[in-house]
């Protein structure tokens, strides 16, 4: 089965520090999302890539694809408090499927 | 705006004991999701609907169905309930687009405890 890594597991950075996160997908992906679930809270949308290559930048953060469609990364630039959570990637393996699957996360703390 | 309604919000339950969960898709979202996490783990898919028939199957267990009605709200009934199935349940739905190309809402998700 489809299987969906990330690294690092737990990320521990100072406030104005970067931060980013590897999506490694088995297989080769139809289309990645990205998700933040804060503690205590459920996932919640951030951003979906395509294209193969394809880079997306939302204020701090920045999303790639990969070439090859099977991994991608979520940069953060000058972390913030704010940004406290775990990142998820989650892909599905041909369009109009409905199985989603969530990578294994990033836990992010940022230190004050 | 409306989301996603996941009830209960908690469900404790024992052993061998069953659980209904529903969830309440967001109006005129035309898929949902069932995802369990657990601990400090990633959200597993379980079953996922499409116009209110069964669409893709992951890791749910035999002791686990699920359905979705013609008022598009979705059940997922869990029998024989064993002390692992402790976890939070999500239910996600997706608007009515291409869907492969559409993110995922979720609801608030329903923690079940099993005793």
């Known amino acids: 089965g489809q299987q969906v890594m990330q690294i690092p597991q737990y990320q521990h950075v100072q406030e104005g520090e970067d931060f980013t996160t590897y999506c490694n997908s088995s297989?080769?992906?139809?289309?990645i999302q990205w998700y933040k679930q804060r503690p205590g809270g459920h996932p919640v949308f951030l951003i979906q890539?395509?294209?193969?290559?394809e880079v997306k930048k939302q204020k701090r953060l920045t999303f790639q694809f990969g070439e090859a469609k099977k991994n991608s990364s979520l940069h953060i630039t000058a972390t913030q408090t704010t940004d406290v959570g775990t990142y998820f990637c989650?892909?599905?393996?041909?369009?109009?499927?409905?199985?989603?699957?969530f990578g294994t996360g990033t836990r992010l703390t940022v230190i004050p | 705006a409306a989301g996603v309604i996941q009830s209960p919000r908690h469900l404790i339950k024992e052993k061998r004991e069953t659980a209904t969960l529903k969830c309440y898709p967001i109006?005129?979202?035309?898929?949902v999701y069932w995802y369990q996490q657990g601990p400090g783990q990633d959200p597993q898919f379980l079953i996922s609907?499409?116009?209110?028939?069964?669409?893709d199957k992951g890791s749910i267990p035999d002791r686990f169905s699920a359905q979705q009605f013609s008022d598009y709200h979705s059940e997922l009934n869990m029998s024989s309930l064993e002390l692992g199935d402790s976890a939070l349940y999500f239910c996600?739905?997706?608007?009515?687009?291409?869907?492969?190309?559409?993110?995922?809402?979720f609801g608030q998700g329903t923690r079940l405890t099993v005793v």
């Open positions: 996600a739905s997706s608007p009515l687009r291409d869907r492969g190309l559409t993110e995922a809402f």
């Open positions: 297989t080769t992906l139809s289309n």
């Open positions: 890539l395509v294209k193969s290559g």
């Open positions: 989650a892909g599905r393996e041909w369009t109009g499927a409905n199985n989603l699957f």
């Open positions: 109006p005129r979202h035309d898929t």
């Open positions: 609907f499409y116009e209110k028939m069964q669409s």
